[in-house]
Nanobody, 125 residues
Framework: QVQLVESGGGLVQAGGSLRLSCAAFGRTVSSYAIGWFRQAPGKEREPVATISWDGNRADYAESVKGRCTVSRDNLENKVYLQMNSLKPEDMAVYYC??????????????????WGQGTQVSVSS
C-alpha cells in the first residue's frame, strides 16, 4: 500500500504557473503509474495527466495539452505536475492517484487504487 500527499496548490493569477507535487510514502512509487485528476465544484472528477511507472509515457487531457507537463523522480519518490498559462477554468482540487497498471495511460478514476487528499488550485481572472 502507498500513501500519497499532494502539495503545491495555491492562488495564482490567470496566465501564471504552479508546480504540484505528489509524494509517496510506504512503498516505492516506481511500482505504480500515476494519474493527476481534478474536480471543480459541481463537476465530475476528470483526468488531467498520467505517467507510466518509468516516465516514458505521458498522456494529457486535451484541455491542458501544451500547458502542463507531468514528470516523476522515482529516486525521490515524487511525481510532479507543472502547469503553465493557467486559466480560471483550471481552478479545482487536484489529486494524484496510483495504479498498479504501471504502463500508464489510464483515464478512468476507478482504475486507481490509492489517492491523495488533494490540493486546491485557484486561478483569478
Amino acid at each position: 500500500q502507498v500513501q500519497l500527499v499532494e502539495s503545491g496548490g495555491g492562488l495564482v493569477q490567470a496566465g501564471g504557473s504552479l508546480r504540484l507535487s505528489c509524494a509517496a510514502f510506504g512503498r516505492t512509487v516506481s511500482s505504480y503509474a500515476i494519474g493527476w485528476f481534478r474536480q471543480a465544484p459541481g463537476k465530475e472528477r476528470e483526468p488531467v495527466a498520467t505517467i507510466s511507472w518509468d516516465g516514458n509515457r505521458a498522456d494529457y487531457a486535451e484541455s491542458v495539452k501544451g500547458r502542463c507537463t507531468v514528470s516523476r523522480d522515482n529516486l525521490e519518490n515524487k511525481v510532479y505536475l507543472q502547469m503553465n498559462s493557467l486559466k480560471p477554468e483550471d481552478m479545482a482540487v487536484y489529486y494524484c492517484a496510483a495504479t498498479l497498471y504501471s504502463s500508464g495511460g489510464l483515464r478512468e478514476s476507478h482504475m486507481y487504487s490509492f489517492w491523495g487528499q488533494g490540493t486546491q488550485v485557484s486561478v483569478s481572472s
